[in-house]
């Protein structure tokens, strides 16, 4: 992996940025120089709908749910070992289609819809073909536990239908209470392959366990008043019409969907008491096949464990070599980088006040921020989306087994907004210097920003995405903020950013200590404290992450490395010729794509440029 990314300073950044102002932009959209032939545009249309027919609640997520797809909006997704084989079907269908088309003479647009149709599926067909847990097909939250502390139609259902699933008329409202009723149908699928994975001998480590047996206790103590949040969100939403739905909702809550709960919650208290301590793939049947084929869908390449590993190390040896001048500089000398930022992260300077004053502050300074970068943004793009975000604090249940915080874009109309979800079960998670980073990985110019463009593509490539390129970007939206000058008279504002980047080199060395090295949840906790100084309320909650979705935490920063990479090869292919804006539009119009393809899509961005 290249290291030459850090080579350029930001400040020679902003310089080739105002160097080519006044260059020749690339042509609007330049990757679409002809129109997509006929029936590779309705080839690849069909495969969309296809995939949509499976997660309908995807089609409701982008706006598409209308018209004559329309049915899609009452439906959820079949979470049963037979909805399970039936998508893997539809997938084999796709890829063969795919993979028999003929592409010759196709724009490189459509040729890069095609290319990451195969990968997407042929990677998650891999995925299928192992014997337990949840696939993304073409998307980040590989599991191979169907329930646990962060996976499951108890957390998912509850958080779409409140946040995703419109209510603006009495159709949708229907439509909202026939997804309730399916809910338990969801449940009980869930269950059926959670029973299945431990008859194999594929049992959640106890720890997590633990967490989702509280959540889901909590899930169903909410329920038993009056139907709970779920039918209060009903309820507050179709109050000026006329019906019966919230109280069709209570009736669904407890009669259907709280036994459904009860019996999931059965079921995970019985495989508590066949579980152990270990957290990692490593010793669970076929675990070391499964996380070979995680890591690969994490990071879009073929690089083993042991290479991941120490790439991590190496990359935070090097970041941590550009925060420690400027914790001298504050009067941080003695200690290791880690320990420094321990004793930085305690100046109460830096801390949100407890309790509700605190979450508003944190809410009203994460909107300050947003308002501000996305000011920055014409000096980084050609062509501009609006940055459409809005900033929500995650559900209570959801909040004690959740991240600090998460994003995406919304629809493609636009009509529903991307969101910021912010954790705030305790505001000692967050620190004046390290939540405004945390806003341009999760907003602008991160994971909503960029979504903004994906929505823009064909449906195929508004539903396909790759973790790699897809927290890749948003960790070099990290690196763009501060290259646009957001820590320019904020040097803690820039340990933040810094230890942001460190924190993901981390999540290398760390996911790959579980479950290929055979480290304790303990080791992994220790190591973010103690090397990268960050707070065992926020690291433990990380690494637990870690051990229910196997390797997705090593896309982040092998995502970033590659996309840097490319830009230094752009740089010093065209010289003078680059334009830092150029760069950025290429990147997002490629649109969200395996790495080997995003190199692809720089050539030919060089190409064009020097012709």
Known sequence: MSHTSHSISRRSAIHLLAAGTAAAALPARAFATSPARPDAAALLDEIAWSLL???????????VDTGAHHALRSRMEDRSQAGRDAYAATLRKGLARIEAFNAKGLDHSTRTSIAVVKSAFATALEGFALPYGDVAVGGWRNTPYVVIQNVGAYLDAPRFLDADHPVNTPADADAWIARLSQLDDQLDGERGRIIDAAAKGLVPPDFLLDRAIAQMTS?????????????????????????????DARRIIAADVMPALERQLAELQRQRGL??????????????????????????????????????????????????????SLGYTTGTVGARMT??????????????????????????????????????FRELVPGNV??????????????????????????????????????????????????????IPGHVWQGEYANRLPLIRSILAFNAYSE???????QLADELGAYDDDPVGRLGYLQSLAFRACRMVVDTGLHAKGWTREEAVRFFMEKNGNKREEVVNEVDRYCSWPGQACGYKMGHSQIVAQRKRAQDALGSAYDLRDYDQTIVDGGNVPLDVLAQNVSEYIATKKK
């Open 219 to 247: 899930t169903i103590a909410d329920a038993r008043k009056d139907g709970g949040s779920l039918a209060a969100s009903i309820a507050g939403r179709t109050g000026k019409m006329s019906g019966t739905w919230a109280t």
């Open 472 to 478: 890749g970007w948003a960790l070099y939206g990290e």
């Open 275 to 328: 579980a152990k301590s270990d957290p990692g793939m490593r010793e669970r049947p076929q675990g070391s096949e499964y996380y070979a084929w995680a890591l690969r869908a994490s990071t879009t390449t073929r690089v083993p464990p042991e290479d991941v590993h120490q790439r991590g190390l190496q990359e935070l040896a090097e970041l941590h070599a550009r925060m420690d001048p400027i914790l001298k």
């Open 343 to 380: 004793a930085l992260g305690e100046d109460k300077r830096f801390l949100f006040a407890e309790g509700d004053p605190g979450r508003a502050e944190i809410l009203a300074f994460i909107q300050k921020r947003v308002d501000w970068i996305r000011a920055q943004m014409p000096r980084a």
């Open 53 to 63: 027919d499976h997660v309908p609640e995807s089609a409701t997520g982008l706006g």
């Open 390 to 443: 809005e900033v929500r604090r995650l559900p209570l249940s959801e909040e004690p087994g959740a991240p600090t915080a998460y994003g995406g874009a919304g629809s493609k109309d636009g009509t529903v907004p991307g969101k910021m979800w912010i954790n705030l079960r305790s505001t000692d998670l967050h620190r004046k210097y390290d939540l405004p980073t945390l806003v341009h990985h999760e907003a």
